[in-house]
C-alpha cells in the first residue's frame, strides 16, 4: 500500500522510520511518502491559510494551494515492485488493461469527522493508496473534500475521538498505524489480529498477565495458571463483559442479544 501524508510539518511523520512501521516499509509492504504543503503555494510567502468567509476566529486552510497538492499526490503511480534479489533493477510495471481500478482514499483527519473504528480501519487496509491531508488552524476549506468526492476517489472525513487537537498529524499517524498494522505480512504474528478480531465482537480486551507469578503481592490470577482451556476462556470472557460494562455500557446497548449465552447474563 502507499501511504501519501501532505502537511505543513513534514518533520512530525520522522516517527515513521521506526518501529513495526519502520521494518513494515523497510520490507516493501508499505510506501510511505512525506509531502510538505508550502511546495505547492504561489507566492513570497508560502501562504495556506486566510480569513474565514462570514468571520469568526482562526484562519482556514485554501481550497487553491490544497487542490493543487491533491490533484498532484492523487496522480502519483502505484508502489513499484521491489527489485530482485539479486539487486537487479525492478521490472517494469505492466499496465493490465483488465486490472480494477486503482482503489484510492482520501482522509481528512477532523474533529467533526465520523468516528474511527477498527471496521473503518480494516476496509481502508484493502486500498491501494491512502492519501491523508492534515489540517491545521480551523481546518480545510470545505470545497476540498466535496470536490474531490465527486471523483473517483473515496473521501473519508475521520475523527479520532471527541476532543480537539491542534491539527490533523496525530491523527494522521493513528490512521496510519491502524491501517498498516492489518496489511499481509506486517504485523510479527497474525494470531493476535484473529484474537482482536473476537474483541471487534463488541468487548473490550480481557486482562493479561504474564511472569513473575506473585508481582509487590499481586497475585496471577489462579485460573490462568489451572491449563484448564475452557475455564480460562470463561474467565476471560467473563472478564471482557465486567470490564465493557464498568467503561464502555453503550458496547453493551450494542451487543446483538443472539451472540450472549445463559452464563454471559449472569455476569
Ligand atoms: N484534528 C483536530 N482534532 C482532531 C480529532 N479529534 N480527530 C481527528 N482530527 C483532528
Known sequence: M??????????YFHVLDFSLMGRAREAGLLDVVVHDLRGWTADRHRTVDDAPYGGGAGMVMRADVWGRALDEVLAA?????????????????????????????????TPSGVPLTQAIAQDLAGA???????GRYEGIDQRVADHYRDQEVEVLEYSIGDYVLNGGEAAALVLVEAVARLLDGVLGNPESLVEESYSAAGLLEYPVYTRPRSWRGIETPEVLLSGDHARIARWRRDRSLVRTARRRPDLIDALDAKDLDGRDREV
Open 2 to 11: 502507499r501511504v501519501d501524508l501532505v502537511t505543513i510539518f513534514p518533520a
Open 128 to 134: 491501494d493508496q491512502l492519501v491523508i491531508a492534515c
Open 77 to 109: 503511480p502505484p508502489t513499484p515492485p521491489e527489485a530482485d534479489e539479486e539487486g537487479g533493477d525492478a521490472p517494469e510495471p505492466v499496465l493490465d488493461p483488465h486490472a480494477p481500478p486503482r482503489r484510492r482514499i482520501l482522509a481528512f483527519p
